[in-house]
């Protein structure tokens, strides 16, 4: 069973950074393609991150230049650091995880909560 586990939310004020991470069981991340999404209250869920192919990094528009994913495959685990936090970042991050390029992601942890100030 493939279990993701997030990690590193919290409550910062508008500019600062905090750092998420992800720590994946059950499947190897060195061959899966792995994501981070958020959804604010009265929002849908939307893609933030996505990372494949050890080195491949795709971002949604509004945090190119202030997110970075990244992966340690030896831990299996992700992480999205985040700089320049704005108060529409605020939301649930979720991790998730799809077997390859071009799948569905079929596996999510269950959220950690990331609120920002103004």
């Known amino acids: 069973q493939v279990q993701l586990v997030e990690s590193g939310g919290g409550l910062v004020q508008a500019g600062d950074s905090l750092r998420l991470s992800c720590a994946a069981s059950g499947r190897s991340i060195s061959t899966a393609v792995m994501g981070w999404f958020r959804q604010a209250p009265g929002k849908e869920r939307e893609f933030v991150a996505g990372?494949?192919?050890?080195?491949?990094?795709s971002y949604a528009g509004s945090v190119k230049g202030r997110f970075t994913i990244s992966r340690d495959n030896a831990k299996n685990t992700v992480t999205l650091q985040m700089k320049s936090l704005k108060p529409e970042d605020t939301a649930i991050y979720y991790c998730a995880t799809a077997p390859g390029r071009g799948k569905k992601y079929d596996y999510w942890g269950q959220g950690t909560q990331v609120t920002v100030s103004s």
């Open positions: 990372s494949w192919s050890g080195t491949m990094t």
